[in-house]
């Protein structure tokens, strides 16, 4: 079992750059796939980006690639994801998640919220216009 703490949220204008971080618990940190999600009020939470066990492959959402970077250092038992270019629309509460086993099956990475056993409680990030 691992427990997430995320942080590192706040206030940024758009333009501007933030880095959540997520902190994990347990000696078995670097078995876990590490994922971001984002959630609105009002609407589903979605996808953003994650990295294998190993830190070897990453996977980004569309409207995130290119602006967003996730990494990971096992020793330290911690995700982050550094956010480039923020804009109003990237404004949610950030979920880190966590899962076992494989990270991708036929081609398919594994990015939906039922893919995913473990949550942080969130951090907000908020970017103002």
């Known amino acids: 079992q691992v427990q997430l703490v995320e942080s590192g949220g706040g206030l940024v204008q758009a333009g501007g750059s933030l880095r959540v971080s997520c902190a994990a618990s347990?000696?078995?940190?670097?078995?876990?796939?590490m994922g971001w999600f984002r959630q609105v009020p009002g609407k589903e939470r979605e996808f953003v980006a994650v990295?294998?066990?190993?830190?070897?492959?990453?996977k980004y959402a569309d409207s995130v690639k290119g602006r967003f970077t996730i990494s990971r250092d096992n020793a330290k038992n911690t995700v982050y994801l550094q956010m480039n270019s923020l804009k109003p629309e990237d404004t949610a509460v950030y979920y880190c998640?966590?899962?076992?086993?494989?990270?991708?099956?036929?081609?398919?990475?594994?990015?939906?919220?039922?893919?995913?056993?473990?949550w942080g409680q969130g951090t907000q990030v908020t970017v103002s216009s």
């Open positions: 998640a966590a899962r076992l086993g494989a990270f991708v099956r036929f081609g398919y990475v594994y990015t939906g919220r039922s893919d995913y056993d473990y």
């Open positions: 347990g000696r078995t940190f670097s078995s876990y796939h």
């Open positions: 990295i294998s066990a190993s830190g070897s492959s990453t």
